[in-house]
């Protein structure tokens, strides 16, 4: 079975800052990875879809990485912002779905 | 425009009561998915419809059955509604790729039910 782990839980840093979250999947035969975005008491956004073939996807100050073989995906967001506060999800596609239970970012003004 | 709405937002009930979530999309994807979020944040999936057919039916109770007039809508109806389903119901909606979930997802902004 698919289990798919996000870490940190919780992350705070300073606006301006360049950070790295975290995605790991134990079970490589993936269509594709996304990674997606959660406002408090809203539902999700996609960001980044990353098909089983490819090594990164970017859009804007988002870079998304894929590591099948490893079971690795990273999000990348480049010079964060307070409004980039959010909880970030990855999930994995095969013959299932299957959700991470997120990173929530706090971005200190 | 919002691109998949759902009703109510909110919905709190009592135990053994009937109650219905209802879901559309008007993006002109052909598949539509239903999930529960918990209190852990964990997103499940329970089932998902492609041009009005199931194609997707995790292990959900029977007290809970979905129902595709059409396409672009995607209704959740839940019978004797118990404590523990109290949770977030997301809907969401996709293009049909080789598997169910192969194409970006678009979700909704959640019916939160809280079942006293």
């Known amino acids: 079975k698919q289990e798919v782990t996000q870490i940190p839980a919780a992350l705070s840093v300073p606006e301006g800052e360049n950070l790295v979250l975290n995605c790991s999947f134990t079970?490589?035969?993936?269509?594709?990875l996304q990674w997606f975005r959660q406002d408090p008491g809203k539902g999700l956004t996609s960001l980044l879809l990353i098909q089983s073939s490819q090594r990164e996807q970017t859009s804007g100050r988002l870079n998304a990485s894929l590591d099948k073989s490893s079971g690795r995906s990273t999000l990348y967001i480049a010079a964060s912002q307070p409004g980039d506060s959010a909880t970030y999800l990855c999930?994995?596609?095969?013959?299932?779905?299957?959700f991470g239970s997120g990173t929530k970012l706090n971005v200190k003004p | 425009d919002t691109a998949v709405s759902q009703t109510p937002k909110y919905l709190v009930t009592q135990m053994g009561n009937d109650k219905s979530i209802k879901c559309e999309q008007n993006?002109?994807?052909?598949?539509m998915y239903w999930y529960k979020q918990d209190s852990k944040k964990f997103l499940k999936i329970m089932f998902s419809?492609?041009?009005?057919?199931?194609?997707i039916n995790e292990t959900v109770p029977n007290r809970f059955s979905p129902k595709s007039p059409d396409k672009a809508h995607l209704n959740l109806h839940i019978n004797s509604l118990e404590l523990g389903d109290s949770a977030v119901y997301f809907c969401a909606s996709s293009q049909l790729g080789e598997s169910a979930y192969q194409e970006t997802q678009y979700f909704g902004p959640g019916t939160r039910l809280l079942v006293l």
């Open positions: 999930a994995v596609s095969g013959h299932k779905f299957y």
């Open positions: 993006l002109g994807h052909d598949t």
């Open positions: 419809y492609n041009n009005k057919e199931l194609i």
């Open positions: 079970d490589s035969a993936i269509y594709n």
